[in-house]
């Protein structure tokens, strides 16, 4: 059996949070794959050249969910690895926990079919995959403290 060839790939992507008469929400949008079937996850991509982390951040959630965002602060990162043809990649994606201020939900690109906003409550069973889930419960500890923006007062809904 042939080896396969080993590689890295960075991405970087966002915890878009909101604050909703119910508590915090945040962003997830479903997407069809081949080998998946359906998935839903958080918006991230690759850099485009010459980006630095927190401006491929900032270009994917906007391209993938419609919505202008801005970074509250860099939060975790998590590591998989996956097969894609003969080579098996080690990816990091890095996080930014984010609050929208603009844009519109409906203007998501083409790699989301479907793009909306949930409850932390609901993460557990709506997110595909593992690494996910137990990111989004770690943001969920963070959205609730009083320094984060919106929290302590729940200051109205903003776009989505």
């Known amino acids: 059996m042939a080896r396969l060839r080993q590689a890295t790939a960075t991405s970087a992507g966002g915890i878009v949070i909101r604050f909703a008469g119910d ?14 079937g359906v998935t839903w996850t958080l918006p991230k991509g690759t850099p485009d050249k010459g980006e630095v982390t927190e401006e ?42 984010m609050v929208p201020t603009g844009g519109d939900l409906e ?17 557990a069973k709506l997110l595909t995959f593992e690494t996910e889930r137990a990111l989004v419960a770690r943001a969920a500890a963070v959205a609730t403290e009083d320094s984060f923006p919106g929290a ?3 200051e109205g809904s903003p776009p989505g």
């Open 152 to 154: 302590a007062g729940l």
């Open 107 to 123: 203007r998501h690109d083409h790699e989301f079919d479907e793009v909306r906003w949930i409850g932390f409550d609901e993460a």
């Open 23 to 36: 508590g915090p929400q945040f962003v997830v949008g479903r997407r069809r794959r081949e080998r998946d």
């Open 56 to 97: 491929t951040a900032l270009r994917e959630v906007r391209e993938e969910t419609g919505l202008e965002v801005r970074i509250v602060r860099p939060f975790d990162s998590i590591h998989y690895t996956f097969n894609q043809g003969r080579t098996r990649i080690s990816k990091t994606v890095h996080y930014f926990l």
